[in-house]
């Protein structure tokens, strides 16, 4: 099983649709409104990958999205920032890869893609 994790700023209503339509088939996915949890599925190269938003992770303003399958349309959670970044326009920020569940994250660098261009850096 594959999974990607981006966390998203200010997620606007039908944005994450509105740019995986272009990356997967058969979307089922309601993000009209992103102020809870939202499960939805997709297919991708043929098998079902699980998509999940978590709004208010690491605080209010920013939605985690979840990509889990056999297969996923990117190969790193920076490449699906980098496409997420281009469909949105708004701040998207990931792990640098080398994360593991379980250790701590408080000097932690993690990859900010927005109009500034992409940095590491600490998330506070």
């Known amino acids: ?3 990607l994790e981006i966390y998203i700023r200010d997620l606007e209503p039908g944005a994450v649709s509105g740019w995986l339509e ?6 089922e996915l309601n993000d009209r409104d992103v102020a809870s949890v939202i499960k939805g599925f ?3 190269e043929g098998d079902r990958v699980r998509i999940s938003l978590y709004p208010g992770a690491f605080g209010k303003r920013f939605t985690s999205l979840v990509i889990e399958g056999p297969r996923v349309p990117w190969n790193s959670d920076l490449d699906c920032a980098r496409s ?3 469909a949105m326009e708004t701040e998207i920020r990931c792990s640098p890869g080398d994360w ?10 993690w990859w900010r ?5 992409e940095q590491q850096v600490v998330w506070n």
């Open 22 to 27: 272009n990356h997967v088939d058969q979307l």
């Open 113 to 117: 893609l927005d109009h500034r261009g």
């Open 84 to 86: 997420a970044w281009r």
């Open 42 to 44: 997709a297919r991708y």
């Open 1 to 3: 099983m594959q999974d």
């Open 100 to 109: 593991k569940e379980g250790e701590p994250v408080e000097d932690e660098k």
